[in-house]
């Protein structure tokens, strides 16, 4: 039997970037998170904050050196799987793609400087400023990548000769009309994804009978940046779905099952279709499809009925976006919730089933994030780059695809491996009280 050398390279590249995702998203959230926190310990003089810098920071190395492997397998597949892609807009994303390389070299010096640079500064605040430009270098990071993924969407900046971009301006070609939308969503959803993980360590810990006051304070601190980028993310999660209805109209019909142009357009969650390409079973919002396309209720919201047939997205990315956003609620509701009972004296704010949410909440965040990334990427079909480029126009033919695949479900069976037994052997005997102790002797006799 023949391969189809076109959906192993959409496998290799989905493989790929599903696990790069995952450590890409760390390396832009988990930087604002540590820089917050050793800010808090030294306006509050308060080494438990500072403690949690320090070992949040050691564990954010192992997963940069995870995310380096998989950033540059992405780079190589580019050209290996992609050629044809490549070859046509290769011109137009060297410039954003090289700009991501840069501020990450940028972000791992000042790394490796605030990592062997603590308690060497006779004021605190120094070192702490050191954590800036790690928070810059990584969300830079995220920006110029998502500038890529934006010009697939909405392609500018150029004029189209002979099957080639020529006259490129590759400042136009970043600054798309869909930049602006996904940037936002893109750095709300890793700084909120983020803070929803080392909530879900904190809980976890407090759950396993170790209530100090160590994690009791990280648990609040990182519930109240979820919260507040959970507020952000719905902000940018409605600026993406103006964004759709004037831009990509057929990505927003496919995601909410909108057939047929009209005003006052319901919003559809969950359901299943039936043959005649009816929705069943569904949850209905009345008026409210128009709402979040055009701020409008009675708005007219453009059908996928207006999109011909074989440019139209797999139907299946409805549920994608629906999970997206139920997860995106839920982080919400329950950061919010934490944060209600936390202020109310007769209640208690470490009970169990509330712990075991806010667990949840961390591998939840995670998983809005990757089917977030494939209503993005399905959305999009059957374009890699819309109007102009179809995906099997720009894949490769050669029949070594399907080796490639799995030389690299093997390697990254073998990073994920190794990443989660380091960071185990790293903190798994190496209590937080016990390291605040030495670092700080006189911790124990205060609280005493």
């Given at each position: 039997?023949?391969?189809?050398?076109?959906?192993?390279?959409?496998?290799?590249?989905?493989?790929?970037?599903?696990?790069?995702?995952?450590?890409?998203?760390?390396?832009?959230?988990?930087?604002?998170?540590?820089?917050?926190?050793?800010?808090?310990?030294?306006?509050?003089?308060?080494?438990?904050?500072?403690?949690?810098?320090?070992?949040?920071?050691?564990?954010?190395?192992?997963?940069?050196?995870?995310?380096?492997?998989?950033?540059?397998?992405?780079?190589?597949?580019?050209?290996?799987?992609?050629?044809?892609?490549?070859?046509?807009?290769?011109?137009?994303?060297?410039?954003?793609?090289?700009?991501?390389?840069?501020?990450?070299?940028?972000?791992?010096?000042?790394?490796?400087?605030?990592?062997?640079?603590?308690?060497?500064?006779?004021?605190?605040?120094?070192?702490?400023?050191?954590?800036?430009?790690?928070?810059?270098?990584?969300?830079?990071?995220?920006?110029?990548?998502?500038?890529?993924?934006?010009?697939?969407?909405?392609?500018?900046?150029?004029?189209?000769?002979?099957?080639?971009?020529?006259?490129?301006?590759?400042?136009?070609?970043?600054?798309?009309?869909?930049?602006?939308?996904?940037?936002?969503?893109?750095?709300?959803?890793?700084?909120?994804?983020?803070?929803?993980?080392?909530?879900?360590?904190?809980?976890?810990?407090?759950?396993?009978?170790?209530?100090?006051?160590?994690?009791?304070?990280?648990?609040?601190?990182?519930?109240?940046?979820?919260?507040?980028?959970?507020?952000?993310?719905?902000?940018?999660?409605?600026?993406s779905a103006k964004f759709l209805?004037?831009?990509?109209?057929?990505?927003?019909?496919?995601?909410?099952?909108?057939?047929?142009?009209?005003?006052?357009?319901?919003?559809?969650?969950?359901?299943?279709?039936?043959?005649?390409?009816?929705?069943?079973?569904?949850?209905?919002?009345?008026?409210?499809?128009?709402?979040?396309?055009?701020?409008?209720?009675?708005?007219?919201?453009?059908?996928?009925?207006?999109?011909?047939?074989?440019?139209?997205?797999?139907?299946?990315?409805?549920?994608?976006?629906?999970?997206?956003?139920?997860?995106?609620?839920?982080?919400?509701?329950?950061?919010?919730?934490?944060?209600?009972?936390?202020?109310?004296?007769?209640?208690?704010?470490?009970?169990?089933?509330?712990?075991?949410?806010?667990?949840?909440?961390?591998?939840?965040?995670?998983?809005?994030?990757?089917?977030?990334?494939?209503?993005?990427?399905?959305?999009?079909?059957?374009?890699?780059?819309?109007?102009?480029?179809?995906?099997?126009?720009?894949?490769?033919?050669?029949?070594?695809?399907?080796?490639?695949?799995?030389?690299?479900?093997?390697?990254?069976?073998?990073?994920?491996?190794l990443c989660i037994i380091t960071?185990?052997?790293?903190?798994?005997?190496?209590?937080?009280?016990?390291?605040?102790?030495?670092?700080?002797?006189?911790?124990?006799?205060?609280?005493?």
């Amino acid at each position: 039997m023949e391969m189809d050398t076109v959906l192993m390279s959409r496998l290799l590249t989905a493989l790929t970037l599903g696990f790069h995702i995952i450590f890409a998203t760390i390396g832009v959230g988990v930087p604002l998170m540590i820089s917050i926190a050793e800010f808090v310990g030294i306006r509050k003089k308060d080494p438990h904050y500072r403690m949690l810098a320090r070992r949040w920071a050691r564990g954010f190395v192992i997963t940069v050196a995870v995310g380096v492997v998989t950033g540059t397998a992405i780079g190589l597949q580019l050209s290996l799987i992609w050629p044809n892609f490549m070859q046509v807009a290769g011109n137009v994303i060297a410039l954003p793609l090289f700009m991501e390389v840069f501020a990450f070299f940028f972000e791992a010096i000042f790394l490796g400087i605030y990592l062997y640079t603590w308690d060497r500064f006779k004021k605190p605040i120094i070192h702490w400023l050191l954590s800036i430009p790690i928070v810059i270098g990584g969300g830079l990071s995220a920006v110029f990548i998502t500038t890529v993924n934006a010009f697939m969407n909405t392609p500018d900046g150029f004029t189209f000769e002979n099957g080639t971009f020529a006259a490129v301006n590759p400042i136009a070609a970043m600054l798309n009309p869909a930049t602006a939308s996904k940037v936002f969503h893109v750095l709300s959803s890793a700084y909120l994804t983020c803070a929803a993980l080392l909530a879900a360590i904190a809980a976890f810990m407090i759950l396993k009978k170790k209530a100090s006051a160590y994690h009791k304070k990280a648990l609040k601190l990182t519930l109240t940046v979820t919260f507040i980028f959970a507020a952000i993310n719905l902000l940018a999660g409605d600026t993406s779905a103006k964004f759709l209805a004037e831009h990509q109209p057929e990505k927003l019909a496919a995601a909410e099952w909108h057939f047929e142009t009209e005003e006052g357009a319901d919003l559809i969650l969950f359901g299943w279709l039936n043959e005649d390409k009816e929705t069943v079973g569904e949850i209905r919002i009345p008026n409210a499809l128009s709402f979040l396309a055009h701020g409008d209720f009675n708005s007219v919201v453009t059908g996928l009925e207006e999109t011909p047939e074989e440019e139209r997205p797999p139907l299946w990315i409805h549920y994608m976006f629906d999970l997206m956003v139920v997860i995106g609620m839920f982080l919400l509701g329950i950061s919010f919730f934490y944060l209600l009972v936390s202020k109310v004296k007769k209640w208690n704010e470490h009970n169990k089933w509330l712990l075991w949410s806010i667990f949840l909440s961390g591998p939840l965040a995670f998983l809005a994030i990757e089917f977030g990334w494939i209503y993005a990427e399905e959305g999009r079909q059957p374009w890699i780059i819309r109007g102009y480029m179809t995906v099997e126009e720009a894949a490769t033919s050669s029949p070594y695809v399907g080796l490639m695949f799995l030389l690299f479900l093997g390697l990254y069976i073998v990073l994920g491996t190794l990443c989660i037994i380091t960071l185990r052997k790293m903190f798994h005997n190496n209590p937080a009280e016990e390291e605040l102790e030495k670092q700080y002797p006189t911790i124990k006799k205060s609280q005493e």
